[in-house]
């Protein structure tokens, strides 16, 4: 059997962490305690005198939650971000800064005469401040989509540092520490690389990433609640100074919202949008399930159209059939590489689940390609991760007869 090196299995379910961190393991399910929130906040909070600098090192709380939000909160910032990126990348060349203005490259008007100076620059800012206010009111509108174990993780993080920071002048602070992880090491980010966050297929050119760049400046200038030192920094943002101001209301008027409700609330409006969410993923697949002792070979494989949310595996004959559950989310175990032996192929991976009756099963997927392999293994790890009962082992062979191909055990378990 292989050991599952998985680190999400040793986080969710508190395995073989040393003794000092076993109280950092999940109580529950409801995000209430888990193992990011403590290693992050209770530590950080208590060193931590200095205001500006609170969770912005690349300590390992900083890191963590950087990961954690990648994983929990993905399929979020593509919601959030997606439109606006669209939108971002359909522009040619943005510029505020007028060292940096390029009139003879930028095109002509409608009187075919080169743009000056200054018409590019209010041009720019038009642009910017239309990209900006459409993003700070989608967020805005974003807090019932935001996921529950988001919502939980800031939730704790809220209260802490206004603890650690009651005085009326750091009344900003607790919202700031909340934008640096929201602003600073996750939509800024995704919004200066969008290729990296899957928001798009490839990197912008040169001309036009500056648009992105700059954007994500002003995202968090509004992160940082526009203090003077961020004005005074880069004073050719200001022509984006009235929309930096409204977006900090919005800003902060959201987070009140986001750390605002209650757990059993939050948790039952997360059930119902998963139900109306879009697929994770989706694709053709070809499927083999095990039955009888007969020998398992490539022929053996069912092509169908899969679909994964986050509530089931589902199939369908074709794209546009009704899908027909396949395996419940909340059922896997594992999901695992099959080795190439056992079927002729190195692109079969398993998912290990149990049946309604509790038993346990295994679903044989075949993908074309190892690139597909990876992106539906990371997709379906991904959605399972906070799973009960996650396996720590797995057989990479199959069951064949009275004994598993990859160790000859005579036990199917």
């Known amino acids: 059997m292989a050991k599952r090196s998985s680190l999400y299995i040793r986080i969710v379910e508190g395995k073989n962490l040393p003794a000092k961190d076993m109280d950092l393991a999940p109580k529950d399910r409801n995000g209430a305690s888990d193992p990011f929130v403590r290693v992050r906040y209770k530590g950080r909070t208590q060193e931590t005198s200095e205001t500006n600098t609170l969770f912005r090192s690349n300590s390992l709380a900083s890191k963590s939650m950087e990961s954690f939000l990648k994983v929990a909160g993905m399929q979020y ?55 900006l206010g459409a993003l700070l009111s989608a967020l805005s509108r974003s807090v019932r989509a935001c996921p529950a174990m988001v919502r939980a993780t800031f ?33 800024s980010p995704a919004i200066m690389s969008p290729k990296l966050f899957h928001l798009r297929e490839r990197h912008a050119d040169a001309r036009t990433s500056r648009t992105p760049l700059l954007l994500a400046k002003a995202v968090q200038n509004v992160g940082n609640m526009d203090t003077p030192a961020c004005r005074a ?10 929309t930096v101001r409204q977006g900090v209301a919005q800003l902060k008027d959201f ?32 499927i083999h399930r095990t039955k009888g002792k007969g020998p398992l070979m490539s022929s053996s494989f069912k092509k ?13 004959k074709t794209p546009s059939s009704k899908k027909s559950a396949l395996i419940k989310l909340a059922n896997i175990r594992a999901a695992e590489k099959v080795e190439e032996k056992s079927f002729g192929s190195s692109h079969v991976m398993q998912v290990i689940y149990t049946d309604d ?16 392999l990876n992106q539906w293994l990371s997709a379906l ?22 004994k598993w191909s990859c160790c000859h055990q005579k036990e199917k378990t």
């Open 304 to 316: 169908l159209y899969f679909s994964l949310t986050t509530e089931a595996l589902s199939f369908a």
């Open 357 to 372: 009756a509790g038993r346990p099963q295994t679903a044989y997927l075949q993908c074309k390609c190892v690139n597909e």
């Open 255 to 286: 987070i009140t919202k986001l750390v605002d409700i209650e757990e059993k609330d939050e948790l039952d409006l997360q059930r119902t949008l998963s139900l109306q969410a879009p697929p994770v993923k989706e694709g053709p697949l070809f």
């Open 77 to 131: 910032l593509h919601g959030v971000l997606g439109p606006i990126i669209n939108k971002v990348f359909e522009e040619k060349y943005v510029e505020l800064d007028p060292s940096k203005v390029e009139v003879k490259d930028v095109g002509c008007s409608g009187l075919h005469r080169p743009q000056t100076e200054a018409e590019v620059l209010e041009q720019s800012a038009q642009t910017l401040r239309a990209h």
């Open 233 to 242: 920094k880069e004073a050719w943002m200001e022509p984006l100074q009235p």
């Open 381 to 402: 790890r991904k959605v399972s991760i906070n799973n009960t009962g996650l396996l720590g082992s797995y057989h990479p062979g199959v069951f064949r007869g009275d």
């Open 155 to 187: 939730r704790q993080l809220f209260p802490r540092v206004r603890e650690r920071f009651p005085s009326a002048q750091h009344e900003n602070v607790p919202f700031i520490a909340v934008t640096s992880f929201l602003c600073l090491r996750f939509f």
